[in-house]
Nanobody, 124 residues
Framework: QVQLVESGGGLVQPGGSLRLSCAASGFTLDNYAIAWFRQAPGKEREGVSCISSDNNATYYATSVRGRFTISSDNAKTTVYLQMNSLKPEDTAIYYC?????????????????WGQGTQVTVSS
């Protein structure tokens, strides 16, 4: 059974950091791209970052490039999103998702399995 479980969200002040984790089970990360998406109240779900399984190529939304880093552990069971220099506009529910392919694609339609999400709130 494919399962993705996010953790690591919380309340942080502007300029602070959080590290999100996405624990995968029921499949191997070697065969699928994994992405982080986020959804703020009243807004559409948007892609934040993605890591391809073929060559570990990484991709970032313009709004987070230089502040966020996606990575996976050596055991290939967990994908992380290190978030630095957080801003109030980063406030959202963050979801990890398994891609339909090894390579990252844009848009939610390219991802078939989703976690339940973890809340990130950036506020003073």
């Amino acid at each position: 059974q494919v399962q993705l479980v996010e953790s690591g969200g919380g309340l942080v002040q502007p300029g602070g950091s959080l590290r999100l984790s996405c624990a995968a089970s029921g499949f191997t990360l070697d065969n699928y791209a994994i992405a982080w998406f986020r959804q703020a109240p009243g807004k559409e779900r948007e892609g934040v970052s993605c890591i391809s399984s073929d060559n570990n190529a990484t991709y970032y939304a313009t709004s987070v490039r230089g502040r966020f880093t996606i990575s996976s552990d050596n055991a290939k069971t967990t994908v992380y999103l290190q978030m630095n220099s957080l801003k109030p506009e980063d406030t959202a529910i963050y979801y990890c998702a398994r891609g339909l392919y090894r390579l990252c694609v844009s848009g939610v339609s390219g991802f078939g399995s989703w976690g339940q999400g973890t809340q990130v709130t950036v506020s003073s």
